[in-house]
């Protein structure tokens, strides 16, 4: 998560070319194909959107979704439901937080489901659903904002400033969601905090698993149980995903 195109811009490009990398050469879901990450479908009962690509402003080369793009798109539901498909590494800040007050402000009722992952500020975006499903195998990712600066130790000490705000906003959109207080999820996003399909329900950021029983949210703030061997190999392979991400973002 990032505060703003300025001095952020090497991780923005950093991330973009990384998650391009990756994902420019395989479709990324049903009827999609590669490069066509974000795609609208206007329906009379139900419309559908589709989120496959990183947060940021389409740059005309390598994608992304944008706030202003997404709006325009948005507009143009008529539907009373709005399906929301997601699968995101995350981006930038402050579009990812307008598309998630869009959503909100939308008069449809908005079903989320996150479909691969919802990492960063995609996991924000997600909290926009009036539901939110897990799809099998899915995977969402909390953090603090991050930025690189440059310039003189005032405006490091700026930065950090702003990236604390950005951080406690943000918690606070999670809070909302779980009931959980806002200081457990500034702890579990200081440590970068994966969650299983199960474990997000648990958590209380999505209601439930597709294709299984509604286990709910818990409001006790003790870690959900440790996974099984299958989920522990699904999070080995998440965490160096994120290595790589960091190594292109240091």
């Not at 953090?143 to 490091?156: F, R």
């Amino acid at each position: 998560m990032e505060p703003s195109r300025g001095n952020v811009s090497l991780f923005s490009e950093r991330l973009r070319n990384l998650w391009n990398s990756q994902n420019a050469s395989r479709p990324i879901g049903p009827g999609v194909t590669p490069r066509d990450w974000f795609r609208f479908e206007n329906k009379a009962e139900v419309s559908e959107l589709f989120i496959y690509d990183a947060i940021f402003p389409d740059d005309g080369f390598s994608g992304g979704v944008g706030a202003a793009e997404f709006q325009k798109q948005l507009n143009e539901v008529k539907a009373p439901k709005l399906n929301l498909y997601l699968n995101s590494p995350g981006g930038l800040v402050s579009d990812g937080t307008t598309i998630y007050n869009a959503l909100k402000q939308h008069p449809a009722t908005v079903n989320v489901r996150v479909m691969g992952v919802a990492a960063s500020i995609a996991s924000v975006i997600a909290q926009a659903g009036d539901t939110i499903e897990m799809s099998p195998g899915s995977l969402m990712m909390i953090h603090e904002a991050s930025a690189i600066t440059l310039g003189t130790a005032s405006d490091h000490r700026k930065s950090a400033e702003v990236l604390d705000t950005m951080t406690a906003a943000i918690a606070g959109i999670y809070a909302g969601r779980s009931g959980k207080d806002a200081s457990h999820w500034r702890a579990l996003m200081s440590t970068e905090k994966w969650f299983s399909d199960q474990e997000a329900v648990v958590a209380g950021l999505a209601d439930s698993v597709v294709g299984q029983a509604t286990t709910g949210p818990t409001n006790t703030v003790e870690e959900p149980a440790i996974p099984s061997w299958q989920d522990a190999a699904r999070r080995l392979v998440a965490a160096a995903q994120m290595e790589v991400i960091h190594a292109y973002a240091h």
